[in-house]
T-cell receptor, first 115, second 115 residues
Framework: AQSVTQLGSHVSVSEGALVLLRCNYS??????LFWYVQYPNQGLQLLLK??????LVKGINGFEAEFKKSETSFHLKKPSAHMSDAAEYFC?????????????FGRGTSLIVHP | DVKVTQSSRYLVKRTGEKVFLECVQD?????MFWYRQDPGLGLRLIYF???????EKGDIPEGYSVSREKKERFSLILESASTNQTSMYLC??????????????FGEGSRLTVL
């Protein structure tokens, strides 16, 4: 079985500061990994994904994440926070092996950006 | 672009009413999902479907049923709405193939209030 842990239900940063949202997963085989963002009263939209290949992946709005197999982590980073980054962020994994591809989501991290 | 459309953004219903939430996707995806989202609990899977006329229970199917008569449409049904079903409902679709890695595409959500 796979599971996803997002450390910190809320993360608060100042505008211009580094954003770091943590995601760890447990899986018997390397999964596909995703970060989604949700703005108030909207659905989720894909920020970035890792499937195979380069372990550092870049997404929209200046976000990036690095897949670290040894640490079973897929942390999301942005060098400089903007007020518009304030939103809910979800990490998700899909275990494709064996024909099962039901995504498992973390509980989400609310990013608060102070002026 | 993939488009997932949920028929109603906001609904208010009374306890005991039958509620239909409709979802349509236009990318010929074989997989469709219904989640509910509640503060602090993240996304919880209600039902999913891998193909027309197929349905599988997710983590919290009690009190819900689904219908998938056509590939593009996946309906969530609350047979007798209760106040504890007040929530945000999110529909999503996905595909696993050589070109697609299974990420979910979400609708805008349907916020249901049961009085």
């Amino acid at each position: 079985a796979q599971s996803v842990t997002q450390l910190g239900s809320h993360v608060s940063v100042s505008e211009g500061a580094l954003v770091l949202l943590r995601c760890n997963y447990s899986s018997s085989v390397p999964p596909y990994l995703f970060w989604y963002v949700q703005y108030p009263n909207q659905g989720l939209q894909l920020l970035l994904k890792y499937t195979t290949g380069a372990t550092l992946v870049k997404g929209i709005n200046g976000f990036e994440a690095e897949f670290k197999k040894s640490e079973t982590s897929f942390h999301l980073k942005k060098p400089s926070a903007h007020m518009s980054d304030a939103a809910e962020y979800f990490c998700a994994v899909i275990l494709v092996s064996g024909g099962s591809y039901i995504p498992t989501f973390g509980r989400g991290t609310s990013l608060i950006v102070h002026p | 672009d993939v488009k997932v459309t949920q028929s109603s953004r906001y609904l208010v219903k009374r306890t005991g009413e039958k509620v239909f939430l409709e979802c349509v996707q236009d990318m010929d995806h074989e997989n469709m999902f219904w989640y509910r989202q509640d503060p602090g609990l993240g996304l919880r899977l209600i039902y999913f479907s891998y193909d027309v006329k197929m349905k599988e229970k997710g983590d919290i199917p009690e009190g819900y049923s689904v219908s998938r008569e056509k590939k593009e449409r996946f309906s969530l049904i609350l047979e007798s709405a209760s106040t504890n079903q007040t929530s945000m409902y999110l529909c999503a679709s996905s595909s696993i193939s050589d070109r697609e890695s299974g990420e979910l595409f979400f609708g805008e959500g349907s916020r249901l209030t049961v009085l």
